[in-house]
């Protein structure tokens, strides 16, 4: 069974920073790539992150410059440093990854960031 636990969100003001983290077992994380996605209430959930096992990484644009993702391959932890938080990032953020032929998701941690 793969588990995927976030921690870290919370509510910070505009310009303030977070970071999120996510422990991950039940996978030999370093071969997987993990994600982080998240989703405002009445939106659809978006990807945010990717870092692949060798620790290249994706954004969306709109997080470009102010989010940074990393990884821990010893401590099988993936991370997510916000800085410069907008209000429009309020959101539940989920940790994926993709194992064994499904998509696998933490329960997710709130953020919200008030103007």
């Known amino acids: 069974q793969v588990h995927l636990v976030e921690s870290g969100g919370g509510s910070v003001q505009a310009g303030g920073s977070l970071r999120l983290s996510c422990a991950a077992s039940?996978?030999?994380?370093?071969?997987?790539?993990m994600a982080w996605h998240r989703q405002a209430p009445g939106n659809q959930r978006e990807l945010v992150a990717t870092i692949s096992g060798g620790g290249s990484a994706n954004y969306t644009d709109v997080v470009k410059g102010r989010f940074t993702i990393s990884r821990d391959n010893v401590r099988n932890t993936v991370r997510l440093q916000m800085n410069n938080l907008k209000p429009e990032d309020t959101a539940v953020y989920y940790c994926?990854?993709?194992?064994?032929?499904?998509?696998?998701w933490g329960r997710g941690t709130q953020v919200t960031v008030s103007s």
């Open positions: 039940g996978i030999n994380f370093r071969l997987h790539t």
């Open positions: 994926n990854t993709k194992a064994r032929g499904f998509d696998w």
